[in-house]
């Protein structure tokens, strides 16, 4: 299972640290993404971390977002700075390469003034 | 970037018929590199198809991936109640990023 905390309503500029906290396996072992989905539309592929130090991040992301790994907790972070209106979006983190198995509820990041 | 382009926006249908589901790549991609997603309303995605047509653990034989090269299918041999939602491709190839298609919504008809 996979959980997605840390949304919220934060002013354009402003940062947010969404956490994935995962249940059942060891989140360290696994290839991860986050995804993320503005209402009413589709699925953007966000960031990726595998279980070693390879990093990626979509270009809209890159130099803003950080994705990292905290193995004590089990969880996936997503630390987001200098957001803007088009950052507004519900953010899922899902397991896997070449197949996502396994995907969070989700987590709504609104960016308003 | 690799652009996927996915066919018809929208798919109009009764319970029971064949739904045809179209996902084209701007660049070719290994057959392994290809996964369908589903997604209900206010849902998460939920994994499909991977490997371009290979069944995820759990998804019913009605079901099928198929395609290689540019070209890739998903296909409802008999649409069920619980089969209305909006259907995603997503390729992995070599280098991200590792882009979803826009989305084909099956609508009941």
């Known amino acids: 299972q996979l959980v997605e905390s840390g949304g919220g309503l934060v002013q354009p500029g402003g940062s947010l640290r969404l956490s994935c906290t995962a249940s059942?396996?060891?989140?360290?072992?696994?290839?991860m993404n986050w995804v993320r989905q503005a209402p009413g539309k589709g699925l953007e592929w966000v960031s990726y971390?595998?279980?070693?130090?390879?990093?990626y991040y979509a270009d809209s992301v890159k130099g803003r977002f950080t994705i990292s790994r905290d193995d004590a907790t089990n969880s996936l972070l997503l630390q987001m700075d200098s957001l803007r209106a088009e950052d507004t979006a519900v953010y899922y983190c899902?397991?896997?390469?070449?197949?996502?198995?396994?995907w969070g509820q989700g987590t709504l990041v609104t960016v308003s003034s | 970037e690799i652009v996927l382009t996915q066919s018809p926006g929208t798919l109009s249908l009764s319970p029971g018929e064949r739904a045809t589901l179209s996902c084209r790549a701007s660049q070719s991609l290994p057959t392994s590199y290809l996964a369908w997603y589903q997604q209900k309303f206010g849902q998460s995605p939920r994994l499909l198809i991977y490997g371009a047509s290979t069944r995820a653990t759990g998804i019913p034989d009605r079901f099928g991936g198929s395609g290689s090269g540019t070209d890739f299918t998903l296909t409802i041999s008999r649409l069920e109640p619980e089969d209305f939602a909006v259907y995603y491709c997503q390729q992995y190839g070599s280098s991200p990023p590792w882009t979803f298609g826009q989305g084909t919504r099956v609508e009941i008809k």
């Open positions: 971390i595998n279980s070693g130090t390879t990093i």
């Open positions: 899902a397991r896997g390469w070449l197949r996502s198995d396994f």
């Open positions: 059942g396996f060891t989140l360290s072992s696994y290839e």
